[in-house]
C-alpha cells in the first residue's frame, strides 16, 4: 500500500509539473513585457520536452541572479525551437553522447542564454544565425 500511494504521488507530481509547463506556453491575448525568472521559463521547457529526453543528460549552469525583462510566452518558444531542434541534433547520430547542456549569464547588462548539445553541427552552408547573434531584442 506504501508503494501504491508513493507511486500515485510521484505520478500526480509529474501531472503537476507538465500542467504547469502547459500554462507556461499558452499565449496570452496582450503580451507584456515584465520581471521574469527566465530560470524557471528554461526548467518549464526542459520539463515539457521530458519524454523525449529520457536518455540525454541535461546539464545547467544558470549564472543569472535577477529577474529579466522579457515576454514570458515569446522566450518559452523560442526556446522550445532550439531545444527541438537539439534533440533533433542528437538523434540524427546514436554514436554520439547523449547531452545538452543550458547556461545563463549576463554580459554588458545583456541576460545571456546558451544552448549547445552534442548532435552534429549545423553545416555552415544551412546555417542562417552567427555564433553569439541576439535573436530577440533585449
Do not use: W
Not at 549569464?105 to 546558451?114: E, G, L, N, T, W
Amino acid at each position: 500500500l506504501d508503494i501504491a500511494s508513493k507511486l500515485i504521488r510521484e505520478g500526480l507530481d509529474r501531472t503537476k509539473k507538465i500542467v504547469h509547463s502547459l500554462e507556461a506556453f499558452s499565449p496570452s491575448a496582450n503580451p507584456v513585457i515584465s520581471p521574469f525568472n527566465v530560470h524557471q521559463i528554461i526548467e518549464d521547457v526542459i520539463t515539457f520536452f521530458n519524454f523525449r529526453m529520457r536518455d540525454i543528460e541535461v546539464t545547467k549552469d544558470f549564472q543569472l541572479r535577477e529577474n529579466v525583462c522579457l515576454v514570458p510566452e515569446k522566450i518559452h518558444q523560442v526556446l522550445m525551437y532550439i531545444l527541438d531542434n537539439a534533440i533533433y541534433a542528437i538523434n540524427l547520430d546514436a554514436a554520439r553522447a547523449r547531452k545538452i547542456h543550458v547556461s545563463t549569464h549576463s554580459y554588458d547588462q545583456v541576460a545571456v542564454i546558451k544552448l549547445s548539445n552534442s548532435g552534429p553541427p549545423i553545416p555552415d552552408k544551412e546555417s542562417s544565425i552567427e555564433p553569439d547573434t541576439q535573436i530577440l531584442p533585449p
